[in-house]
């Protein structure tokens, strides 16, 4: 990238070579003559492991002589344009590894449908949502570690481990308190907690053994229109030390569906209660699980993770 008529490849090869290069007439060197260029001076542009070396650069039409200062100011400007390259290939690196860390599809569950929809923001976020058979049982988890950045991010991959080997063994309330337990420190130490609902599905009788900890948007849409907003009142993990978090229960009836959203879902609309009455819209209207999930997350990203996962009893 530069200014001015744009330089042959010579040039820019010979700044990859030498790190920098100032030349004040390029037609005195016939290694680097370039038709259309006199006066020339470029930095190399070092990406590390995210891309090949780039050049930043001016040139002229005609040949000068330069004031020492230009080249020491563009290189750097190069330096400090190579950092922001060079992180932003890392986050974009990042959110790749996140959503690669997301279930590739559903689990086939006899009687029930399921979809999901994770919108990732423009920066790493919190955001994570698994789902897998025990048995008879299906484990649901959602959760949403507070803030953005790199550190929840790791937070965020820690509880995911932590709870998807917690909740295999165990039930709901024991699963979330085993992951508090183990990860008190680490949310103390950076000031972050999460959000978090789990749950384990009887797929026979529809029985939902769940625990919200400070989630908040989670729903059961009856088949009749109606709807029930599961109960929501402990605290999230690493608010406080020592928490307890009570298990509750629901019950999937044939043609209910379980909502389980992040808060990023609230980025769209104004109020829950609205989310719910397009969730109603939606469901009166008979679209299937996948177009109702994705109509609600949206494919445009906002500025938090938005994830929902929805279940279905046939």
Same mark, same amino acid.
């Not at 330089?7 to 920098?20: D, M, N, S, T």
């Given at each position: ?31 680097? *003559? ?8 470029? #930095? ?20 000068? !002589? ?14 400090? /344009?190579?950092?922001?390259? &060079?992180?932003?290939?890392? =986050? ?45 049982? =299906?484990?649901? +988890? ?7 950045? #790199? ?7 820690? +509880?995911?481990?932590? @709870?998807?080997?917690? /909740? ?8 979330? *308190?085993?992951?508090?337990? $183990?990860?008190? !420190?680490?949310?103390?130490? !950076?000031?972050?907690?999460? !959000? ?14 769940? #625990? ?10 009856? *088949? $009749? ?8 009142? $402990? ?7 020592? =928490? ?30 609205? #989310? =719910? ?13 996948? &177009? ?6 949206? $494919?445009?990203? +906002?500025?938090?993770? +938005? ?6 009893? @046939?």
């Amino acid at each position: 990238m530069g200014h001015g008529p744009v330089p042959g490849p010579e040039l820019l090869a010979a700044v990859r070579l030498k790190q920098e290069l100032l030349v004040e007439d390029v037609q005195t060197d016939p290694r680097l *003559a370039d038709p259309e260029v006199r006066f020339f001076t470029g #930095v190399r542009l070092d990406l590390g492991d995210a891309a090949e070396a780039g050049v930043l650069w001016a040139a002229s039409a005609r040949a000068g !002589t330069a004031d020492p200062a230009v080249p020491r100011a563009l290189a750097d400007l190069g330096a400090m /344009l190579a950092r922001e390259l &060079t992180t932003s290939a890392s =986050l974009e690196l990042g959110r790749e590894i996140q959503n690669e860390l997301l279930p590739l599809r559903p689990p086939q569950v006899s009687g029930y449908t399921l979809a999901a929809h994770s919108l990732p923001s423009l920066e790493l976020g919190g955001d994570f949502y698994d789902w897998w058979r025990v048995g008879g049982s =299906l484990r649901i +988890v959602l959760v949403d570690v507070m803030g953005k950045g #790199v550190a929840s991010s790791l937070i965020a991959a820690g +509880v995911r481990a932590m @709870m998807h080997a917690a /909740l295999t063994h165990h039930g709901p309330e024991a699963a979330i *308190a085993r992951v508090a337990g $183990d990860l008190e !420190t680490d949310f103390d130490r !950076t000031a972050r907690f999460a !959000t978090c609902f789990i749950g384990a599905l009887d797929e026979a009788t529809g029985v939902l053994r769940y #625990v919200d900890a400070g989630h908040g948007i989670a729903v059961l849409l009856h *088949a $009749d229109g109606s709807y029930e907003q599961l109960a929501a009142g $402990d605290l999230p993990l690493g608010a406080l030390p020592g =928490l307890t978090w009570q298990e509750q229960t629901a019950t999937l009836g044939p043609g209910d569906v379980l909502l389980v959203g992040s808060d990023g879902v609230l980025e769209r609309y104004d109020r829950l209660s609205d #989310v =719910l009455e397009e969730v109603r819209r939606l469901y009166r209207e008979g679209v299937d699980l996948d &177009t109702l999930v994705q109509t609600i997350g949206g $494919d445009r990203s +906002v500025d938090d993770d +938005v994830t929902i996962v929805a279940v279905r009893r @046939m």
